[in-house]
Nanobody
Framework: QVQLVETGGGLVQPGGSLRLSCAAS????????MGWYRQAPGKQRELVAA???????NYADSVKGRFTISRDNAKNAVYLQMNSLKPEETAVYIC???????????????WGQGTQVTVSS
């Protein structure tokens, strides 16, 4: 069984910063793209940022210049540094990864449980 476990959410004031972490555990051969999505109440899940195994990154236009995604391949982990947070970015932030469990198996799109980020004064 492969799991993604997120940490680092919480309450922050507008303009503040938070750093989210996500670690994959279990039987893992390799991980392709890792990323962060978010889902606010009543809204669709949206991509925030993603990073490939080679380090190429992709960001939602709304977070460019404020959020930074990074990963540690040795730890099977991905991080999201969020700066200048806005109240409208209050959401559950969910980790995602394309995981290959064994050498000849297919990649599986895997989701974490999510961590709540609340931006409020």
């Amino acid at each position: 069984q492969v799991q993604l476990v997120e940490t680092g959410g919480g309450l922050v004031q507008p303009g503040g910063s938070l750093r989210l972490s996500c670690a994959a555990s279990g039987s893992i051969f390799s991980i392709n793209t890792m990323g962060w999505y978010r889902q606010a109440p009543g809204k669709q899940r949206e991509l925030v940022a993603a990073v490939t195994s080679g380090g190429s990154t992709n960001y939602a236009d709304s977070v460019k210049g404020r959020f930074t995604i990074s990963r540690d391949n040795a730890k099977n982990a991905v991080y999201l540094q969020m700066n200048s947070l806005k109240p409208e970015e209050t959401a559950v932030y969910i980790c995602n990864a394309l995981i290959q469990r064994y050498r000849y198996s297919f990649e599986v799109n895997t989701w974490g449980q999510g961590t709540q980020v609340t931006v409020s004064s």
